[in-house]
């Protein structure tokens, strides 16, 4: 079988790097996007050191023509996408009441916005060869809320309406389209939160620890690989039961 192109948005993130490291585990060519060259070579001579051969191309997810121009590129240095995580994302926190426009459009061009910006720039493609996996990062807090996040939960809800209308448009072309909701995962964002915070919401998962990015990575690729083919428009919460919803 020939290895399928795998475009995992964020690859460089703590999430995104276990996304992109189990994909290539499962035979995929994984290519990910930059801002920052300098950053981004050093993330892929961190991966080849590991083992793991990642392409990489540059491109920002909340800008069209910059996303047109980055999957233009995946296309000719890797091939055409098969597989595609839309992962990047960000947080601008505050109340609503203090929230400005800027901390509102800069969270839904970056989490929401660029799930078209992306992803219409490979749907024909995967319509025409008859197979594709879009996948979804959204958030638990796109499903239950939280304080100081309207923008940020917004955007991750907004993810998963897009998921389950894309689903039922491109179930007959052999296209999977699926949300993963990840809780509270011990990357580096969430480990410099202080200590007595991650211990408040340490309290509140009944698994009784923050998640491993590997654990959300694992889910990735089980949702990737053919034999998910009837798995389209779920929504899959891996959270250690912090939010249990149906
Ligand atoms: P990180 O901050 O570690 O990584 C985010 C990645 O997204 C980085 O590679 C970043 O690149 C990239 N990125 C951000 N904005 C853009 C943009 N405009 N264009 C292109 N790339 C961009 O986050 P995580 O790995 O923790 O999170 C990954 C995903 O998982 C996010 O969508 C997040 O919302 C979601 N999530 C995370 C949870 C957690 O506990 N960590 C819990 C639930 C959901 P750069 O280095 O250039 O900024």
Not at 9 to 16: D, F, P, Q, S, V
Not at 58 to 74: L, T, Y
Request: net charge neutral.
């Amino acid at each position: 079988m020939t290895a399928r192109v795998a475009f995992v948005t964020g690859g460089t993130g703590g999430i995104g790097t276990a996304i992109c490291r189990e994909l290539a585990n499962q035979g995929n060519r994984v290519v990910t996007n930059y801002r920052n060259e300098e950053k981004a070579l050093a993330w892929q001579a961190a991966q080849k050191a590991a083992g793991f051969d990642m392409a990489i191309v540059p491109g920002d997810v909340s800008d069209v023509a910059s996303s047109a121009a980055m999957v233009r590129q995946v296309e000719s240095d890797v091939g055409a996408v098969d597989i595609l995580v839309n992962n990047a994302g960000i947080t601008r926190d505050t109340t609503f009441h203090k929230m400005s426009a800027l901390q509102w459009q800069e969270v839904m061009r970056t989490n929401l916005d660029s799930c078209f910006n992306v992803t219409r720039q490979v749907i024909e493609g995967m319509r025409a060869r008859k197979w594709g996996r879009v996948l979804q990062i959204s958030s638990i807090n796109g499903q239950k809320g939280q304080y100081g996040q309207a923008n940020y939960a917004a955007s991750k809800a907004g993810m998963h309406g897009f998921s389950i209308s894309l689903a039922q448009e491109n179930a007959k072309f052999g296209i999977t389209v699926n949300t993963i909701s990840p809780g509270y995962v011990g990357t580096d964002m969430v480990m410099a939160v202080p200590e007595e915070v991650r211990a408040k919401i340490v309290a509140q998962i009944p698994v009784g620890r923050l998640g491993d990015p590997d654990e959300i990575a694992y889910a990735v690729a089980f949702l990737a690989a053919d034999k998910a083919a009837w798995i389209t428009g779920a929504n899959l919460a891996i959270n250690g039961g912090h939010y249990m919803g149906w």
